[in-house]
């Protein structure tokens, strides 16, 4: 069976793409997409995947034209009768729906910046002036994707949570197949003293919580992974901001390679996030998987991920005192027993690998 899988970009590597590139390992699939960064490919370990890449033209690196365009093109694509089946596997790319078939589409969000999270980016990411166009941007892509997403033959998600949100705005029921975590690739080794948070820098992840956490407790160390998008006001602006308010005892790093990440993974106490409303979260996962516990907020996809109390803490009304206080219960609770969380840990990130993800997707698949 040929397979083809459709991807706005691939220039910035977060969760949705590592994804996008796994499904297309998986089905030896080929991807269509626009932007493509193959250093950054290949640093996550993906450089296999590179003949599979099409790109079907360039797009702006700037929202809102980024997104725009990508709809457009996809929406103008079609490839019917050159393969057997085809996945949407990123939320932008949509439009594909419109004339590929059978399809289809593993929602991420779906589209947050349209509906989950368009209060947040209109109101901290945009001057005052662009709000109002900005309004009429929404509401205009959401009256596109709702048309474009009639074509969908099957819903897929990644999540309960996600499920929902399907169901809300489009009114379609959606299967859940959790994303894959390639669990064999990850490590326990002896923690090196500091904790780790691994991001995309967007103001949902809420990482000015963990900054104010670890200035509180100069004693500890916090090591944050984050991508972010170059030349995206809002990731840029966003990343400065961080970067002013960090204190001495945390260490931004930007673009890790995927082997730094998994050393990271290993060498750490634990992994710590503070995402609002969280679609699913795979870094939940790949922690777990390094036997690391997990401190996350009680919401979203992490409540489908993490056990309280045998994987880690789920903290309400997450704010920075309540993640100090997890913080310092988990450190107590290692200095008696350092192998305490380590085999629940595992154990349940095996409940997502990729070898399952797969099976599950190509079950589903026409």
Not at 155 to 173: A, D, P, Q, Y
Not at 208 to 235: C, H, T, W
């Amino acid at each position: 069976m040929k397979t083809a899988i459709f991807h706005q970009a691939l220039d910035n590597i977060g969760g949705a793409e590592i994804v996008t590139l796994t499904l297309a390992r998986g089905l030896e699939a080929d991807i269509y997409t626009t932007n493509i960064n193959r250093e950054k490919i290949i640093a996550f370990g993906f450089e296999d995947i590179l003949p599979r890449l099409r790109s079907i033209g360039q797009i702006p690196v700037k929202a809102p034209f980024r997104q725009q365009l990508a709809l457009r093109k996809f929406r103008s694509l079609d490839l019917s009768g050159q393969y057997d089946r085809f996945v949407i596997s990123g939320d932008w790319a949509v439009g594909a729906a419109v004339n590929n078939h059978p399809n289809v589409w593993y929602a991420h969000g779906p589209l947050d910046e349209l509906w989950e999270f368009k209060n947040q980016v209109r109101g901290e990411a945009l001057a005052w002036w662009m709000r109002p166009i900005f309004d009429i941007w929404t509401a205009t892509n959401r009256k596109l994707v709702k048309r474009y997403a009639r074509h969908v033959d099957r819903w897929v998600c990644n999540s309960k949570n996600v499920r929902k949100r399907i169901l809300k705005i489009f009114g379609s029921e959606a299967t859940v197949i959790y994303p894959p975590i390639e669990t064999n690739h990850y490590r326990y080794e002896k923690p090196k003293g500091y904790w780790l948070s691994v991001n995309r820098l967007v103001g949902h992840k809420r990482i000015e919580i963990q900054l104010e956490a670890f200035r509180n407790m100069p004693d500890k160390r916090l090591v944050i992974a984050g991508s972010y998008e170059k030349g995206a006001r809002q990731f840029e602006s966003y990343k400065q901001k961080l970067e002013r308010l960090k204190p001495e005892n945390v260490t931004l790093l930007h673009w890790v390679s995927d082997e730094e990440l998994k050393t990271l993974y290993a060498e750490c106490i634990g992994f710590l996030t503070t995402a609002e409303r969280e679609d699913f979260g795979m870094t939940a996962v790949e922690a777990m998987a390094a036997g690391k516990p997990v401190i996350a907020p009680d919401d979203g996809g992490y409540r489908e991920s993490v056990i309280q109390d045998k994987t880690g803490v789920l903290v309400h009304e997450m704010d920075a005192e309540r993640l100090a206080e997890a913080v310092k219960t988990i450190d107590l609770k290692l200095q008696s027993d350092p192998l305490r969380y380590r085999d629940a840990c595992c154990a349940r990130a095996k409940e997502f690998d990729a070898d399952t993800f797969i099976k599950k997707m190509n079950s589903l698949l026409p």
